[in-house]
């Protein structure tokens, strides 16, 4: 053993160091935190531009913030939406997006460091961050805006009878997208009912020439399968209608309930028919290697005629591709599997949770349910579609966003919102999307998908 | 690197490292060892040369195929760097530029505070004798096997709303959130027990003789730590300064964690994440920003690599 030196006063001069070092922190904290807490003055009357602010008015110089999964340039669109109601009240918006929102917001919220808002796109992570009991009911002003939407939409951002999050966007999901092009050359017409879709894409098939009638791609990094998802809610919504679409995502009916399973044969014989896909790009088993990004690409060159996907697909259109009903590429409303379900609309949205009920974050919680912002948001940009009746549909530039917006406002049309999205995470983030791309990629049996998915539901 | 003898796990220690690492360097200098050499080198450039050919390429091209490509149709453009440094988002208008200044203003107090915490600590239970300092050295080295990922969100618990035990407050709360000083002082304690492990086993085995003669010139504890350890310990501070600061300028959990992704603070990391967009379909510009943040880290390691492979022999391999 090495004998240790033992000097004679160790201690106070060894504290000295840590002592310098804690001073250095609280003064580098004092600077850099300069919150500032501007008195709120309610009389402040906004005149000009800004008139249409007055009921926002009343709390400059404060600042909120917003965590969301939207991302540059999307979020550029929604920053620029806001703008002018920021400079005009005084409110600073202070946006923060990240591609771990969903992992992320959890951390946050548990840890005590919430954000003012959330955009929330699923309602089932909207359930779990109201059961943290962090999740601020909103303003009456913020409840009243709400008599804009189909109805369905408040139940979607309510948790068991409590509404808590306003919609802020909706997309439409039951879209196939196929070239006006083609179609026109080879003298197809754009099919109204599922009987005529399944006469067409035979038709196609046995033309031949190369192309078949789909294509898809369930590929999307750790999110693969989702697509596929999808494809299964548009058959269970278009054959049976909303009621047994809300049993199955509350899991009254099974994945193995003799409904689902025959939802997935419709499934099987149409994305997995060998003789229907995969245009342009392989055979049934290459859906599951494709993403969905590229998934598309075919139909460009007609190697493919059509393929289901939401209305942001038009994002990933090359660019300089023509998208209009007399373009290069359109999109159609997915028909019924059952005709007698009237109008089957599957689409996603976000919600605007809010943390914590200061008066500038109700300003804003209120602003942003308004149809004054939708509207603005949909001026900045397209891509982007509101379900708000009030808002003005001559304000949609875009084809795509037209038809979007269009079925999403329809009152006699069967709306339900993505059923992945509302089932508990560990299925529609985890075991759905596994089991769906097994079925695809390995041509797994339907009973042994289904059973397997039952299996996983959280009890 | 590889060329570097010393890097290869020697076994000669003290009297034989002489032989030993001669010997390594005449295998290392036959024909077959270089061909061998050059091999792994060139296998181990591949995909930091295919990140900067994506990076050169433009988008439809990244989409369309691989970076190999770039031999058979060379086409490259600089404009994704442009877009990197210079185009705005996220209400920043000078691009990469703030999130590099937060990286720089997170990763050297992260690195300086637990190196001097370490530093002091390993000092203190070499050649303190105190009641239980084996105990609380093997406590502290033990603390290396908890997950940084179990500490997440009790740590965000106590900076955001301090202790209390019943109604006694032990830590108040702070106001640290939208500051540096939460992600500073969670990078201190996740690298602390590693720090002060490593140079704990290089400060002990300093010559003792040094101590005693200093102890008899009647110097105080800390005059020895500043006048004797600290001199004679600078390549494992180098070397443990590099890795620390390569793992806080890489980290991206504990930085979304504890900053958020404002840009007042938020790291180049947070940045990089963000680019490649919300359908995660924008490789050309990823790879550019992934390219740019290698240069720190690049200046840092060959700034100070020469005390890396000293420094870490001597403390890892007791004698």
């Known amino acids: ?459 | 690197m590889s060329t570097q003898p010393a890097t290869v796990p020697s076994k000669a220690v003290g009297a034989a490292e002489a032989t030993g690492s001669a010997a390594v360097r005449k295998s290392f200098s036959s024909p077959l060892g270089s061909v061998f050499v050059i091999a792994v080198t060139v296998l181990w450039t591949i995909p930091t040369f295919g990140l900067l050919a994506t990076s050169l390429r433009p988008k439809q091209a990244v989409a369309a195929s691989g970076w190999w490509e770039i031999f058979v149709h060379p086409q490259l453009i600089l404009s994704n760097y442009h877009t990197v440094l210079f185009d705005g988002g996220f209400g920043v208008s000078a691009g990469m530029m703030p999130f590099l200044v937060n990286s720089l203003a997170i990763s050297i107090p992260a690195t300086i505070f637990p190196l001097v915490l370490a530093a002091m600590a390993a000092y203190a239970l070499a050649w303190v004798r105190f009641r239980g300092s084996d105990t609380v050295f093997f406590i502290i080295f033990a603390l290396q096997v908890v997950p940084l990922q179990m500490a997440l969100i009790p740590l965000l618990q106590l900076f955001s709303g301090g202790a209390h035990l019943g109604g006694l407050t032990i830590i108040p709360a702070f106001d640290l959130h939208g500051t540096y000083v939460p992600v500073w002082l969670a990078h201190t304690m996740f690298a602390l027990p590693l720090a002060t492990f490593l140079l704990h086993n290089f400060i002990s085995q300093l010559p003792r003789d040094l101590m005693e003669a200093a102890v008899v010139d009647g110097a105080s504890h800390f005059k020895i730590f500043r006048s004797i350890v600290l001199p004679l310990c600078t390549p494992a501070l180098a070397s443990f300064a590099i890795f620390e600061f390569l793992w806080v300028w890489n980290d991206l959990l504990v930085a979304l964690t504890f900053a958020g992704g404002t840009p007042e603070v938020a790291p180049m990391t947070v940045r990089l994440a963000q680019l490649s967009g919300s359908f995660g379909g924008r490789w050309e510009v990823l790879t550019a920003g992934a390219f740019l943040s290698l240069i720190v880290p690049l200046i840092v390691f060959f700034s100070l690599q020469r005390y890396f492979v000293r420094g870490l022999l001597a403390g890892s391999v007791k004698g």
């Open chain 1, 1 to 459: 053993m090495i004998q240790k030196p033992r000097p004679n006063r160790p201690r106070r001069q060894l504290l000295a160091v840590p002592a310098v070092l804690v001073l250095a922190l609280a003064a580098a904290c004092s600077n850099s935190s300069g919150k500032s807490t501007a008195d709120a003055t309610p009389t402040t009357t906004l005149s000009g531009d800004c008139a249409k602010y007055q009921p926002y008015a009343g709390h400059s110089g404060t600042k909120v913030t917003m965590y969301a999964s939207i991302l540059s340039p999307e979020s550029d669109s929604l920053e620029k939406s806001w703008s002018e109601f920021s400079s005009c009240t005084g409110i600073k918006i202070s946006y923060e997006g990240s591609n771990d929102f969903e992992s992320q917001l959890q951390v946050r919220v548990t840890g005590g460091n919430a954000p003012d808002f959330a955009i929330i796109p699923q309602p089932g992570l909207l359930a779990q961050m109201v059961k943290t009991g962090k999740v601020v009911k909103p303003p009456a002003a913020t409840v009243a805006n709400e008599d804009k939407w189909n109805p369905v939409w408040k139940g979607y951002g309510s948790v068991n009878g409590t509404f808590y999050a306003a919609p802020m966007s909706a997309n439409m999901k039951s879209l196939v997208w196929y070239s006006p092009k083609y179609f026109k050359q080879a003298g197809y017409q754009v099919p109204t009912t599922w009987a005529d879709l399944m006469t067409l894409s035979d038709r196609i098939a046995k033309a031949g020439g190369g192309s078949k009638p789909w294509c898809g791609g369930i590929g999307s990094g750790t999110a693969t399968g989702w697509p596929a998802t999808d494809w299964l809610e548009e058959a269970v919504l278009g054959t049976y209608g909303g009621d047994v679409y809300d049993q199955w995502v509350s899991h009254q009916v099974k994945f193995s309930d003799p409904k689902i399973i025959s939802a997935m044969q419709t499934v099987a014989g149409w994305m997995q028919n060998p003789a229907w896909v995969n245009g342009g790009i392989g055979d049934v088993k290459s859906i599951a290697t494709t993403t969905f990004q590229d998934a598309g690409a075919p139909i460009l060159t007609n190697k493919c005629w059509m393929l289901q996907q939401a209305s942001f697909y038009q994002a990933q259109w090359a660019k300089g591709t023509k998208i209009g009903p007399d373009g290069d590429i359109f999109a159609f409303h997915l028909p019924a599997v059952n005709p007698a379900i009237p109008n089957p609309v599957e689409g996603g949205g976000e919600f605007l949770a809010a943390f914590s009920d200061r008066p500038e974050v109700q300003a804003v919680q209120n602003y942003l349910s308004s149809a004054d912002w939708a509207s603005s948001r949909v001026k900045v940009s397209t891509g982007w579609v509101s379900a708000n009746q009030a808002v003005d549909k001559s304000l949609y530039t875009d084809p795509i966003d037209k038809l979007s917006a269009d079925a999403l406002t329809d009152p006699t049309a069967t709306f339900r919102f993505d059923a992945s999205d509302m089932m508990p995470a560990a299925i529609g983030a985890g075991q759905e999307w596994k089991s769906l791309t097994a079925w695809f990629a390995e041509g797994q049996a339907i009973p042994k998908v289904a059973a397997d998915i039952d299996a996983a539901w959280p009890q």
